[in-house]
């Protein structure tokens, strides 16, 4: 992980919002993700700023990298992380808005913004870096038994049309398999 912050389209984002803090890092996982930090100290001015905030950097840095860089357009996480508690309502309206970039909402957040925690908040809540897969687990492949009933529904409501494609009667077959297991619930 790299801590960006002193990249210039940030600097120029940090100008019209004085009252957050923010912060770029950049994680290399199949390419670049960009992970911008905004630290709010009250959940009002995190209720009333947030769009505006994903729309300046859709404008200032989004918009600035290369066109061919695909992943990077598409791996940009915004963490709005919030001194107070965040109500579900703006929490799920934040993290649920799907305009220029991925949207993690942080609650009751009390610890200090460095290096190593956010770190651990990209591996916890972005890259999955965190968890540890352990066991010998042997999967078995499931074997597929075909329906021989069923086939023969199936078989007995298609018919091949002019095209030699084959068509369904969903209504009849449909009809057909509700008389048919109408008690088997």
Not at 77 to 85: A, D, N, V
Not at 154 to 175: C, F, M, P
Request: charged content about 25%; some cysteine.
């Amino acid at each position: 992980m790299k801590n960006c912050s002193d990249h210039k389209d940030l600097l120029s984002i940090q100008n019209i919002y004085q009252d957050v803090s923010i912060g770029l890092y950049q994680e290399a996982l199949l390419g670049t993700i960009n992970v911008f930090t905004l630290l709010f100290e009250n959940k009002s001015i995190l209720a009333h700023s947030w769009k505006d905030i994903y729309s300046s950097i859709a404008a200032y840095f989004q918009t600035g990298l290369p066109i061919d860089a695909e992943f990077e357009r598409w791996n940009i996480y915004l963490l709005y992380i919030c001194r107070e508690s965040v109500d579900k309502e703006l929490q799920y309206k934040i993290e649920n808005d799907r305009f220029a970039c991925r949207k993690i909402v942080l609650s009751s957040f009390t610890d200090e913004l460095e290096d190593n925690l956010v770190e651990s908040l990209i591996s916890q809540h972005i890259t999955n870096s965190d968890l540890q897969i352990t066991g010998n687990l042997k999967l078995q492949p499931l074997v597929f038994n075909k329906d021989t009933q069923l086939s023969e529904l199936v078989s007995r409501h298609k018919s091949k049309t002019a095209k030699n494609v084959y068509d369904i009667d969903t209504k009849g077959l449909l009809s057909e398999l509700e008389r048919r297991f109408n008690n088997e619930i």
